[in-house]
């Protein structure tokens, strides 16, 4: 049994109601603006004749990312999701 149906019917007894808006939020997602720039970048103009060495290249790349790189993205995300709360779910708008 899934854990959904009971924990709808305790929100609906509480008489919650689902809050208006979209349930994912580009702007709280940090590969769509801290770790998909840099790889972008990472990879331009390059070009790969095989799955493996696509492979690799990735590995390189997160591999190479020193230990601020992912503090600061989560550090952001913690920010950015501090700014979506206050505003009630809206989006970010930079």
Not at 8 to 33: E, F, H, I, Q, V
């Amino acid at each position: 049994m899934t854990t959904r149906a009971p924990t709808w019917r305790r929100r609906s007894s509480r008489s919650w109601r689902r809050a208006a808006g979209r349930r994912y939020s580009s702007d709280l997602a940090s590969s769509d603006y801290h770790l998909l720039r840099p790889l972008e970048h990472h990879l331009a103009g390059r070009k790969f004749t095989n799955y493996d060495s696509l492979k690799s290249d990735f590995a390189d790349f997160f591999e190479s990312q020193p230990p601020e790189f992912w503090a600061k993205g989560i550090g952001d995300m913690l920010n950015r999701w501090a700014i979506v709360v206050d505003n009630c779910g809206y989006y970010i708008v930079d």
